[in-house]
Each structure stands twice: as structure tokens, then as C-alpha cells.
């Protein structure tokens, strides 16, 4: 069987400080409503990751990015077997280059947050697992299965 595709893309900056920050917003609607999480969504037909990727940033954000600034750093495999529609597969993105400022869409209102301190508990319950990694370049490819509460992770590979 093969999962829906989506994707995430994590933008990063240095504050004037030089700590290093990331792009987050929190989701309000759909899937993960309420919940911290990257910009990013489904593919649509015919569309590349990297395609879907540029799009998706543009429509929650309002910055502009080349799919060539964006930098491939792994899949992520999520498994819900209480609530299979919600499994799914996702390429995962960085990115430091981009034009425009972030401003608030009716999908999420973009914050910047400082690396050092991510909202791990606000967001899905996997990012505390992968998402400081690839935030320092560490590709990541893993398997995630949730709980019976829809939130939890249970197992990981």
C-alpha cells in the first residue's frame, strides 16, 4: 500500500544574537490542529516534493523559495493504525534562502523560535526525536506508529 505523500520544510536564520532559529507555526485546521509544526502539506497530483514544497511555503507564509535552496534531509514514515486515513509520508526540507516576511495565513501564523529552545511539547510527538538533528544536518529516516490516542508515539524504526 502506498501512504499519501506530504512534506515539511523548516526554515532557519540567525537571530541578530547569532542564535540559530526556525520557522514554526501553530496549525489551524486540518490535521495536527493546535499542534506547533513546520510549513508543509500534501502533494498534489503530477507534483514533486520539492514542487509541492515551494508552493506550500508561499500559501502559509508568503515567502517566496526556490525549490533549488531547498535541501533534502530525509522521509519520514508516519503509521496510525487506530486512524489509517491519517498515515502518511513525508520528504523533510531545510532551507536558508528565501524572499519576503512571514505573515499569518488561515493555515498557521509563522513564528520564529530559537533552536535551542524548540517547542518539542507542543508539537507532534515525534519532532523530539528527529527534528534537532536535521535542524543541525543530520539527515533523518524513520518510522513513527502512533497510539491509540492519536498522539502518542509508540514504536519507532
Not at 93 to 111: I, K, M, Q, Y
Not at 118 to 127: F, G, I, N, Q, T
Not at 141 to 156: H, N, P, S, W
Request: negative net charge; contains cysteine; hydrophobic residues 40%.
Amino acid at each position: 500500500m502506498s501512504l499519501p505523500q506530504v512534506c515539511v520544510c523548516y526554515l532557519t536564520r540567525r537571530s541578530p544574537s547569532g542564535e540559530l532559529q526556525v520557522l514554526l507555526g501553530r496549525k489551524k485546521k486540518g490535521l495536527g490542529l493546535g499542534n506547533i509544526v513546520g510549513l508543509g502539506g500534501k502533494l498534489e497530483p503530477g507534483e514533486s516534493a520539492e514542487q509541492a514544497m515551494v508552493r506550500e511555503i508561499e500559501e502559509e507564509s508568503g515567502l517566496v523559495v526556490a525549490a533549488s535552496a531547498l535541501t533534502p534531509l530525509g522521509l519520514l514514515t508516519y503509521l496510525f493504525p487506530h486512524r489509517e486515513a491519517w498515515s502518511q509520508e513525508s520528504s523533510v526540507f531545510v532551507a536558508t534562502e528565501w524572499t519576503g516576511t512571514p505573515r499569518e495565513s488561515d493555515e498557521l501564523n509563522p513564528v520564529w523560535f530559537d533552536v535551542a529552545a524548540l517547542p518539542v511539547d507542543e508539537m507532534w510527538d515525534d519532532a523530539r526525536h528527529w527534528l534537532p538533528g536535521v535542524l543541525a544536518g543530520v539527515p533523518v529516516r524513520a518510522t513513527f506508529t502512533f497510539g491509540e490516542d492519536l498522539a502518542t508515539v509508540v514504536d519507532r524504526l
